[in-house]
C-alpha cells in the first residue's frame, strides 16, 4: 500500500477531531495515534494534510502565544468542514456495508488452511 492510500482518510479523521475540539497539530498527531486502533502515520502527514484542509477553507487558524516558545497554530474546523466531515460519514458508511458484505461472506467460504 503507498503512502496515498494509506493516508486517505487522515482528512476525515483530522476533521472528526476537530469537531470535537481546537487542537494543533502536534495535538492532533497524539490523540490520533491514541484514540485510533493501529493507526500508522506521522507528524509530516498530519502537517501536509492541515495544509491542504486550509487550502479547502474546511480549517482555520489562530495563532497561541499563551506558552514558553514559538507560537503554536491552532487549528478549527470550518462550516466547508463540517460539510467534509459529513461526506466522509456517507462516504465510509457505504464502504462500511461492503466490507462488511465480503468479510460476512469470506466467513461462509470453506476453504481448504493449505491453500492461505
Known amino acids: 500500500m503507498n503512502k496515498t492510500q494509506q493516508h486517505r482518510h487522515l482528512p476525515a479523521f483530522i476533521l ?3 469537531a470535537q475540539h481546537s ?3 502536534g495535538a492532533l498527531y497524539n490523540a490520533l495515534i491514541q484514540d485510533i486502533p493501529d ?3 506521522d507528524t509530516a502527514a ?3 494534510t492541515l495544509k491542504q484542509l486550509e487550502k479547502e477553507d474546511a480549517v ?3 495563532w497561541d ?3 514558553a516558545g514559538p507560537a503554536r497554530k491552532i487549528y478549527s474546523i470550518t462550516p466547508i468542514g463540517y460539510k467534509q466531515l459529513a ?3 456517507s462516504d465510509m458508511e457505504q464502504r462500511s456495508k461492503r ?3 465480503f468479510l460476512n461472506t469470506y466467513e461462509t467460504l470453506k476453504l481448504d488452511k493449505t491453500e492461505l
Open 39 to 41: 493507526f500508522q502515520c
Open 87 to 89: 461526506f466522509w460519514k
Open 60 to 62: 482555520i487558524f489562530s
Open 99 to 101: 466490507l462488511h458484505y
Open 65 to 67: 502565544t499563551s506558552h
Open 16 to 18: 472528526l477531531q476537530l
Open 23 to 25: 487542537a494543533h497539530g
Open 46 to 48: 498530519i502537517y501536509r
